[in-house]
């Protein structure tokens, strides 16, 4: 008698390892990174407990797919921070861009931060990882030749603001910034930052 669960409704095999890792971000949201557990991420995909191990080979395999997700998103929330500013420097929209996404996402920022930006990422990450960095230094050298930003190598600039921005993020999630004067407070750091890598001249005008 098979005693497996249910497939969830819409649900094909062609899908799986995305709805794998649409249910370890949703259990990764509710409960925290140290719950995401192979287990509980088939039962709510609606699968056997051994059929993620089809697609991931163990549950840090499962995290790194998840991490891979995340990064997307980050990507995203990023140019649309950049949009958004409607011409305003892009150092400044990419550094409150970063700060408020790991305010709205803690825990997705607690995943990214262990495996993005320690000192080795997972090879599967790598290119993703060299492809927003290549975006984020491309809009810094597009500041850089519109007047907004001093000149300097790049990738410096970009090390630097994220520098500040990561520092800025963790001490908020460890709760030394109270959340209700975080994202005033991002702005102030943000912009007293800004002070040393914006052109001078982009604010006083011909």
Not at 3 to 13: C, I, K, L, S
Not at 91 to 96: D, I, K, Q, W, Y
Not at 99 to 126: C, T, Y
Not at 134 to 162: H, K, Y
Request: glycine share 12%; aromatic share 8%; no cysteine.
């Amino acid at each position: 008698m098979n005693h497996q669960p249910a497939e969830r409704a819409g649900y094909h095999h062609g899908s799986l390892p995305d709805a794998l890792v649409a249910a370890a971000l949703e259990l990764l949201d509710e409960r925290g990174l140290e719950r995401v557990t192979v287990r509980e991420v088939a039962r709510r995909a609606g699968v056997s407990p051994g059929a993620p191990f089809r697609h991931f080979a163990d549950r840090q395999a499962l995290l790194t797919a998840v991490a891979g997700r995340i990064l997307e998103e980050f990507e995203e929330w990023q140019l649309s921070a950049v949009a958004e500013a409607e011409g305003g420097p892009a150092m400044r929209a990419l550094g409150l861009g970063f700060v408020r996404f790991a305010m709205r996402h803690p825990r997705r920022f607690e995943l990214i931060k262990s495996r993005v930006f320690g000192p080795r990422q997972p090879d599967e990450l790598q290119d993703r990882l060299a492809g927003i960095e290549r975006t984020f230094t491309g809009l810094i050298v597009e500041g850089q030749r519109a007047g907004e930003l001093r000149e300097g190598d790049p990738a410096v600039l970009g090390l630097a603001g994220q520098a500040l921005v990561y520092g800025l993020s963790q001490m908020i999630a460890d709760g030394y910034i109270p959340a209700e004067q975080a994202e005033q407070l991002a702005e102030q750091v943000v912009d007293t930052f800004g002070v040393g890598v914006v052109n001078p001249a982009y604010f006083q005008g011909p």
